[in-house]
Structure formats: C-alpha cells, structure tokens
C-alpha cells in the first residue's frame, strides 16, 4: 500500500511539473497562447526596430491569471522613433477563456477563445471589438502555438486582423530532470500575417530564439516581410512571471 501511494504521489508532482513548465514557453509575435495560474501575473517587454522605416517600438504587455481558465491580457505600443504626434498606440484588452484542455505526462493540448476591445488613447481615433481563437499543442519537446485575431473596427476604424503560427522546439537540455525546473533554450519559428482594410495581407517569417528561466524569459529574434515591402524587423523582449 505505501509503494502506491509513493507511486501515485509521483505521478501527481509530474503531471504538475508538466502543467508548470511549459507555461513558460510561446511564440515571439503573439501573446495569447500563454497559459496563467490564477493570480499568476506576467510583464513583458518588446522592443521592435524596422530597419527598412528607421522606426523603432517598444510595446508593453501584461496578463493576469483571473481563474484557471480565464485570464487578462492588456498590451500597449509607443513609438519611440521617429518622434511627432500620436506617438502612444491603442489599448489592446482581451479576455481569454480556455475552453478546452487535455493533459498527458508528456505535454498539454488546449484551445482558447478570445474576446475584447481596441481602446483608443488619442481622441482622433476610433475603437475596434476583437474575437479569435488560440491553440496549443505541446509534446515533449516540441510547442506549436496557432491564434487568429479579428478586429472590427467602430465609426472610421478600418477592419484588420493577424494570424501567428508559432513552432518553438527545446534545445537543451535534451531530457528534463524528474524535479525542478531548469532553464531551457528554445528555437523558435513562426509564419505571421498582418492586414488591415484597404491594404492586402502581409505574410511574414520570423525566427529567434528563447533562454526561459523560471521566472523570466529573455527572447529575440528577425522578422522578414514576404510578400511586401520586404523590410527587417528585429525583436528584443523580456518577460517577468510572478
């Protein structure tokens, strides 16, 4: 009786590490696919250069774990370069319900709905509604992130939306410990698209990497427009777990 008990206690501390540690990994472009605890908070920063515009943005996210399954997400751009008028971008407030989730001891599947606003920060501008969807796929070593974001523009706001298709594979260490969670270095590689009323779809590449800790993230990475412009765009973020 003692020798299961002992069993099944260590297959609940797994089955716990596994829900833990890979909540630390996501895609580069998109914010939405990480999973929060309730009262869990995360901060992220991200700066962006576009080389081809000599323009250079630092966005600021948060998320806040509400329940298991629902959680607040809160984004904000500013331009930082070059300078003038309307310098602050929108408020971006969604709101995530995982609807569905199925945990092995190996890794997690689970898809989540999105719904929200654009809240503008300049009086000249409109607001928009947003709805999506997110899925997650992890297994082992591998996590394939897929979210679609619409955002129905109100008054004179252009319709836009995005799509984010993230691979993210772990290169070391090749085997987790029994126990503990070590750092982890991540590739990561995604397919992007960004369009907005008026203009055609932008499909874009991106490639970075991921050094996750246990509590912060340090991730970057190149972006490479496919079918426009064809600028470089080149990402910097941090991101702190509490």
């Known amino acids: 009786m003692k020798t299961i008990h002992n069993n099944r206690f260590t ?3 797994l089955i716990c590490l596994v829900a833990v540690s890979p909540a630390y990994g996501m895609g580069l472009r998109s914010f939405v696919a990480l999973p929060v605890d309730k009262g869990g908070t995360v901060l992220r920063t991200t700066f962006e250069h576009i080389s081809g515009l000599d323009t250079d943005v630092l ?6 774990g509400l329940t298991a399954e629902q959680t607040l997400l809160l984004g904000i751009p500013y331009r930082l370069s070059p300078g003038g008028a309307d310098q602050h971008g929108d408020l971006s407030v969604l709101y995530r319900y995982m609807a569905w989730q199925q945990d092995s001891l190996t890794g997690t599947r689970r898809i ?3 719904g929200g606003a654009i809240v503008p920060t300049e009086a000249s501008r409109d607001a ?3 709805s999506g ?4 796929h992890f297994q082992d070593r591998h996590e394939i992130d897929i979210d679609v974001l619409y955002q129905a523009g109100v008054e004179h706001r252009p319709n836009s939306g995005r799509y984010d298709i993230s691979w993210q594979y772990r290169l070391l260490p090749e085997e987790r410990p029994d126990w503990g969670i070590p750092p982890e270095l991540n590739s990561v590689m995604e ?3 960004r369009w907005r009323e008026g203009g055609s779809l932008v499909h874009q590449l991106t490639a970075g ?4 800790h246990p509590t912060w993230v340090l991730e970057g990475g190149v972006i490479r427009d496919l079918n426009a412009a064809q600028n470089w765009h080149y990402l910097l973020s941090t991101r702190f777990h509490f």
């Open 59 to 64: 966005s600021l996210s948060a998320a806040y």
């Open 209 to 212: 990497v991921q050094w996750i």
């Open 11 to 13: 297959i609940a501390c």
């Open 112 to 114: 989540g709905v999105l």
């Open 128 to 130: 928009a509604i947003q």
């Open 191 to 193: 397919f992007n698209g």
């Open 133 to 136: 969807f997110v899925f997650t």
